[in-house]
């Protein structure tokens, strides 16, 4: 009987885990993808088979990165990729308390939980900071949601009764669960600008991002298909399942390889834990060899690459992101590298893009900017320019023209 | 010849209660099975280059157990190490930034801390008595939000070379050769530590404190200051397996997440009682130990590691069931 009990409590408590697993929020504007037949009626949970897999975005994206992009090329934050404008007029000296200069620009920011948004965040303020001397900003209204959609959900809220900002920013935790909130600001007849993760609305302003997720998860599975001989082992490692950019970038990436004779022996979770990916790998590496390494986000990378240093085995052809020490390692190492790039720099365009807008200039409606990555011929480049910055820092920041340059980012 | 017929018997009576008694024996079984397992499925986990990189990953976790295993058996919980390894590896990242010359004194930095930490969770729960889980949960978030304000949301910095030297590198020193990783070392002078300390009266009054703490109260001891102890050996151990994990991967903004519920995961597989005054410390260390081998079982079998904290939540209720099951017979 006892034991029986005891297999009873777990059998529940399973069961409960499971119940509780499938409640994650999930983007509910999901286009079924193209290709579905009705023999897939059960798709993938995750790569080109899966629900998260569009082809029609995956086509637009991989052809935008051959796109030579509209504005001043030592400005990639001010240039924009095929923009369709729309007028600001209706928002110029008018809205909110204050005419003229002294604005007050309100942003609602998702969190700074990892050091790309950490990054980003200092050269949004440096942003700021100029625009303040010059007048134009008097007040910067900010909060932080911590990664709490609820909370996002209040502080947006809580702008909108305020009344008094002439712009409200926003950088959205999710992309369903926000909606709403984002459309209560639209109706409020405050401009908006949205930026990095999107929302299912069109009532901002202006939406501005990288190019995005299947770029940067193609770019990286091009470059090991490029790089390694038919047949050759690739290990990919992904954050975490069920974030629509991260998906993307997957998804994308997985397309590529199953076009191509590279042989994708795994397909690990590791949360970006440092500890993880290296256990991983090492497991990976006594079990045989491992050509290719394709991470969707840098973080971790320099552990992955570790376990190859121990294992004494030669290093493969990598994957990583435009993250410092991930730059550092590649320049030490001298192995095959691609450092991909999900701009930082787009921390910065959404404050010029209020100013623009209170000018009454026009704005790209969507406002797509270059994503470029961090190849062999630039690495050099971008360690010198960024010799002093702390190892979690990235490279396309894009924040070197500010005048908090670089103690801003050296002294974080 | 019947005698000896008899006494096999009997032994192996003995030996089939000992195994499924949920003790210590039960789980130096599942580890053992585990161990078959992955061997079967990937022979090469046997050679002895494959089980010391086990050993390496699986020394943090062992370290945790045990000080984990101070504050369990006497009565308490200590939620606080997951958040505790992170902020030391954070702060020993932000404070020496790759700087060599720095690597002594911030370990002295950390151990202080570390114990400062223990302190104020042992003299919160035994003095304020407001109950560990509580307090600990408190420390947890306190630790969590602090270090997140302290740094600006992301981890900064870069540990030494000589700092990651523990975790990382072992003797001989030649990458991909058989080599003793010194974090296997440091596990071992722990566990041996811990098991001398069990004997000593200390130890003894510990166990008596989480049976009945009145009782031990009655018998002159002073339970406050035991459990205290507790603590200060769960927050010291915690910094220890800080330096492990710091050196095994470097800094990450995930370092030390969720490493709370692996350790007291690993102490309840052990068998040693929630509640305290039951279990020993080498059972915890080897219930560390099976569920290291458990999460690179689920890993040659191809299972999401999303999986791992379902398996801890049905391990810990069905170690405990288990246990509850023995208390009654």
Redesign the interface.
């Known amino acids: 009987m006892r034991p029986i009990r005891a297999l009873l409590a777990g059998t529940a408590a399973a069961g409960l885990l499971l119940l509780t697993a499938c409640t994650t929020d999930a983007p509910t504007e999901q286009p079924p993808a193209a290709e579905k037949s009705a023999a897939e009626e059960e798709p993938a949970e995750s790569g080109a088979e899966s629900e998260w897999f569009v082809q029609e975005d995956y086509d637009r994206e991989l052809a935008q990165r051959d796109v030579e992009p509209e504005g001043p090329a030592d400005q990639p934050w001010l240039q924009a990729i095929e923009p369709e404008y729309v007028d600001t007029a209706d928002f110029a000296g008018e809205g909110g308390t204050s005419e003229g200069g002294d604005k007050t620009l309100c942003f609602s920011n998702a969190s700074v939980s990892n050091p790309w948004r950490v990054t980003g965040w200092i050269t949004m303020q440096q942003q700021v900071e100029v625009l303040q001397e010059e007048g134009v900003i008097g007040e910067f209204r900010v909060s932080d949601a911590a990664d709490d959609d609820n909370k996002q959900i209040s502080d947006i809220q809580a702008f909108v009764e305020a009344g008094d900002c002439d712009a409200i920013v926003i950088s959205p935790s999710t992309t369903a669960t926000l909606t709403p909130a984002v459309e209560a600001a639209c109706e409020s007849g405050t401009p908006v600008i949205v930026f990095d993760r999107g929302v299912n609305t069109d009532c901002m302003v202006t939406f501005i991002h990288p190019i995005g997720g299947y770029a940067y998860g193609a770019v990286g599975a091009e470059f090991l298909v490029d790089n390694l001989d038919p047949g050759a082992t690739v290990l990919a490692l992904r954050i975490l399942p069920g974030v629509d950019v991260l998906e993307h970038r997957w998804a994308a990436a997985d397309k590529v390889f199953s076009e191509s004779d590279i042989d994708v022996v795994g397909v690990e979770f590791t949360g970006g834990d440092g500890a993880k990916i290296k256990d991983l790998v090492t497991q990976y590496l006594q079990r045989g060899e491992i050509d290719g390494i394709w991470m969707d986000a840098g973080d971790g990378a320099v552990a992955a690459v570790e376990a190859f240093e121990d294992a004494g085995q030669p290093y493969p052809v990598f994957v990583g992101e435009d993250e410092m020490s991930f730059l550092r390692k590649w320049d030490e190492t001298g192995m095959t590298a691609i450092g991909n790039v999900y701009s930082n720099f787009q921390w910065r365009t959404p404050i010029l893009a209020a100013q623009m807008i209170w000018a009454g200039e026009e704005v790209p409606s969507e406002w797509v900017l270059p994503q470029e990555p961090v190849v062999q011929e630039d690495l050099a480049d971008f360690l010198e320019a960024n010799a002093d910055m702390p190892s979690l820092h990235y490279a396309k920041f894009g924040g070197e023209d500010l005048p908090g340059y670089p103690e801003a980012w050296t002294d974080r | 010849m019947t005698l000896t017929a008899e006494t096999s018997r009997s032994t192996a009576r003995q030996w089939r209660e000992r195994l499924l008694s949920g003790g210590s024996w039960t789980v130096l079984a599942l580890l053992v099975v585990v161990l078959v397992v992955i061997v079967v499925i990937?022979p090469?986990?046997a050679?002895p280059?494959?089980l010391m990189?086990f050993a390496k990953?699986a020394a943090p976790l062992v370290v945790l157990a045990v000080g984990q295993y101070f504050v369990i058996v006497s009565g308490e919980f200590d939620l606080s190490v997951g958040s505790l390894v992170g902020a030391q590896v954070v702060i020993a990242a932000r404070l020496m930034?790759?700087d060599e010359a720095l690597t002594w004194p911030v370990l002295g930095l950390m151990l202080v801390f570390g114990l400062l930490v223990g302190l104020v969770n042992g003299l919160v729960t035994t003095l304020l008595r407001v109950p560990s889980f509580i307090t600990t949960l408190g420390m947890m978030l306190v630790l969590f939000g602090a270090i997140?304000l302290w740094?600006?949301?992301?981890?900064?910095?870069?540990l030494s070379e000589s700092f990651r030297v523990l975790g990382?590198k072992g003797f001989p020193d030649?990458?991909?050769?058989f080599q003793v990783p010194y974090a296997l070392l440091v596990a071992l002078v722990v566990v041996g530590f811990a098991v001398l300390l069990m004997r000593r009266p200390f130890g003894r009054s510990l166990v008596a404190a989480g049976d009945n703490a009145v009782a031990t109260a009655y018998s002159g001891a002073s339970v406050w200051w035991l459990r205290t102890r507790a603590f200060l050996l769960s927050s010291f151990l915690a910094t220890v397996a800080a330096v492990l994990?710091g050196g095994?991967?470097?800094?990450?903004?995930?370092?030390g997440?969720g490493l709370e519920f692996m350790a007291i995961t690993a102490v309840v597989l052990g068998g040693v009682a929630l509640g305290g005054g039951r279990g020993t410390v080498v059972a915890a260390m080897v219930g560390a130990l099976a569920l290291e081998a458990l999460f690179?079982l689920f890993?040659?079998l191809?299972l999401?590691?999303?999986i791992r904290?379902?398996v801890q939540?049905?391990i810990i209720?069905?170690a405990v069931?288990?246990a509850a099951?023995r208390r009654?017979?």
């Open positions: 990937n090469s986990f050679e280059v494959s990189a990953k930034d790759g997140r740094t600006g949301g992301a981890p900064t910095g870069a990382r030649v990458p991909g050769q994990i095994f991967a470097g800094v990450t903004a995930q370092v997440q690179t890993n040659q191809a999401p590691s999303t904290p379902a939540g049905v209720i069905v069931a288990y099951r009654r017979t």
